[in-house]
């Protein structure tokens, strides 16, 4: 067997969350911040995948069947609220909708 | 040499994705073509007639044109995208046509037994919605790079349209999956042999005809065709998401859409219509002399056709017409070529019937309105392929439900 | 250098530079298109790994309808350009080395302990790909409720959209 070393995906998925979290942390759009959120969910996916190969199990792959289903319908509930919230306040920048009140 | 002997599937596959290619930049250009004339033999006039023979060098007449058009691009525009667009277009739509089997295991190339199929996945028709699904991505471009509000438009409504017929045209194979049981593609060709009461062939458009008459509605949707071609309608809004592109662009996106029709009717034959399987009984083995027989008809009547009516250049064009015609049929008689050839005349002959009917209901059906469709779409046609989805789970399950009941 | 790794070299270099030209964009659209770049990048990686029915819902659903929303959502709202700032120079200077380094001693402490090498070996895992049959009666037998309890989830989440984006009348 040459197949690559499970581990090499591992370190690309801790590559990637990480890339995720500086972007959540350092951009000021929220539609960017919330596709920041999609990029972690696809690393853990990935590291979701590479463990049901190494253990030769099927769960993890069903996990990620979930995962990607339960993203789906965050993306929707979620993209609808920054529609509101947009139409709200004209505005998109972060820093301007960090009050609950308007 | 050694290196062909070393990989054989290697290049066995390069030289399936070199024929595959030419026939099929071959098959865009003259669907123009057939589309033209069958549109102006319905309306009761000639369409292209003068450029060649029956108008048959049109379309490299208008490929000349689309070349040394100028190529306008819009000063505010994201050039990025601008240009991405259509190249992402045309690239998912010729994609497809690699998972696409035309023919049995008969052909071996270089030692290696295969199908006439580029590449046999295992989850062949998973990945084909897979990336008919991406295609969504070039018209949504299109239209915003564009920074028009005609082809924002036209953009917006046209990716609409297509993420919500995307879903029907899902569901309504999934019909066909139920009792087929499997995602290849060339299983699901094979699962359609055999004959009710001998002569009437076993092929999925007997038991799923509503699955059928969903999945073609659905795909005419899909592709931004008449009667759903209301974001891309002259009328309407100039021209849609490709107002502002010009030349090659332009040219571009009308061969990703003709490449989109030539997918989805190759799907359609291949689920519904038994794909390469011959509707005629094996035991009429005379039936194979068809393909030589039809295209050596089609030379003697082109034959005709040059001695009586041509004159001039055009008688020429046609002379060369029918001998190359005469020379195919020929072809078709050799016995080596003709077990191979049978899989490839019966699938073209079936996709070439999805594609006129295609063009006739073009010529002849009304627009419909951008609301009607949605409503249409949503309202109808998926409740429609979900019903068929549950009864053919009815159906496929009621046996075991009777055995343990 | 064979196949497998060349294939997981390059892929994996497509989805780190997704990564980095979201975080560098100046407009959303572009972050937009690097993500999906990401996420076919990661349903190719999937393929690598034997997960076919995987990689292709991650392109149909991920790539093919929650990105495509992401897309809409930014051209209606005309999603302007992001603003630049300009890194302080303690980020610049002392935080990305730092980021680098943290990244590679993560790396060496994960593939010296015990766990890492059994993965590293991979000896229990086999080179055929998950049949989508497998995969499927997995789903449909252990996984039965929340398989349903998702459904619910998915009309719960429609009801949402709907509610929220309805006009005022």
């Known amino acids: 067997m040459s197949a690559v070393p499970i581990s090499y995906y591992l370190v690309l998925s801790a590559i990637l969350f990480g890339l995720g979290v500086v972007a959540f942390v350092f951009k000021h759009n929220i539609i960017t911040i919330y596709m920041a959120i999609e990029l972690m969910l696809n690393a853990v996916n990935l590291a979701f995948v590479a463990f049901a190969r190494a253990h030769n199990q099927l769960d993890g792959l069903v996990f990620v069947f979930f995962v990607i289903v339960v993203a789906a319908a965050e993306s929707a509930v979620g993209l609808a609220i920054i529609l509101t919230i947009a139409q709200n306040r004209q505005s998109l920048n972060v820093e301007r909708v960090n009050q609950l009140k308007f | ?168 045209l899902t569901l309504s194979v999934v019909g066909v999956l139920l009792l087929a049981g499997t995602f290849n593609f060339n299983e699901l060709v094979t699962s359609q042999q055999g004959y009710y009461f001998h002569f009437i062939p076993r092929w999925r458009i007997g038991p799923q005809f509503i699955g059928f008459l969903c999945y073609f509605t659905a795909a005419i949707a899909e592709t931004n065709r008449a009667p759903f071609d209301l974001p891309e309608g002259e009328q309407e809004l100039v021209g849609g998401f490709h107002t502002e592109y010009s030349s090659f662009k332009f040219a571009m996106f009308f061969m990703a859409e003709y490449a989109n029709m030539v997918t989805v009717s190759c799907l359609a034959t291949i689920l519904f219509l038994g794909g390469w399987l011959s509707p005629f009984p094996e035991r009429w083995t005379f039936m194979q002399y068809l393909p030589a027989v039809s295209l050596l008809a089609l030379a003697v009547y082109l034959a005709y056709d040059t001695a009586v009516n041509m004159r001039g250049i055009a008688r020429f064009q046609l002379a060369v017409v029918t001998v190359l015609a005469g020379g195919l049929g020929f072809l078709c008689l050799l016995p080596g070529v003709m077990p191979v050839i049978q899989g490839p005349f019966w699938f073209t002959f079936k996709m070439g019937l999805l594609l006129f009917f295609y063009v006739w209901t073009r010529s002849t059906l009304p627009r419909l309105r951008y609301d009607q469709l949605m409503s249409f779409g949503w309202k109808l046609l998926l409740p429609v392929s979900l019903l068929n989805l549950v009864m053919t789970a009815l159906y496929v399950i009621f046996p075991l439900l009777v055995k343990r009941g | 250098m064979s196949l497998p790794f060349i294939l997981f070299f390059v892929f994996a270099f497509f989805a780190v530079v997704g990564a980095i030209l979201l975080i560098v964009a100046r407009e959303p659209i572009h972050s937009a298109l690097a993500l999906i770049m990401v996420m076919v990048a990661l349903a190719a990686l999937y393929l690598l790994l034997g997960a076919e029915f995987v990689a292709a819902v991650q392109i149909i659903v991920y790539a093919g309808a929650i990105m495509v929303l992401f897309v809409f959502v930014i051209m209606l709202l005309n999603a302007g350009v992001e603003e630049r700032t300009n890194w302080s120079k303690l980020a610049k200077y002392a935080g990305l080395p730092l980021g680098v380094f943290l990244l590679f001693e993560l790396t060496h402490w994960i593939a010296r302990s015990a766990v890492g090498k059994s993965i590293a070996n991979g000896s229990e895992a086999t080179n055929a790909a998950v049949s989508t049959r497998a995969l499927s009666e997995m789903l449909f037998r252990k996984y039965l409720f929340p398989f349903e309890a998702t459904s619910i989830l998915i009309l719960i989440a429609i009801l949402g959209a709907l509610v929220l984006a309805k006009r005022d009348e």
């Open chain 2, 1 to 168: 040499m050694e290196f062909i002997a070393q990989h054989p599937v290697l290049v066995a596959s390069l030289v399936k994705i070199v024929v595959l290619l030419v026939i099929l930049m071959t098959i865009l250009a003259y669907l123009s073509w057939f589309e033209r004339k069958i549109i102006a033999h319905i309306q009761s006039r000639w369409g292209p007639y003068y450029v060649g023979a029956h108008g048959l060098l049109q379309p490299l007449a208008d490929g000349i044109k689309f070349l040394f058009k100028e190529d306008l691009t819009p000063p505010a525009s994201d050039k990025l995208l601008y240009i991405l667009a259509p190249f992402l277009a045309l690239t998912l739509a010729m994609t497809t046509l690699a998972l696409i089997p035309f023919g049995p295991a008969t052909v071996s190339i270089f030692g290696h037994q295969t199908h006439l199929v580029v590449a046999n996945v295992d989850i062949g028709l998973l990945f084909l919605f897979a990336i008919t699904s991406l295609g969504v991505y070039g018209v949504a471009l299109a239209g915003w790079s564009s920074n028009s509000k005609y082809s924002l438009l036209g953009g917006l409504r046209s990716s609409a349209q297509m993420i919500s017929y995307e879903v029907s």
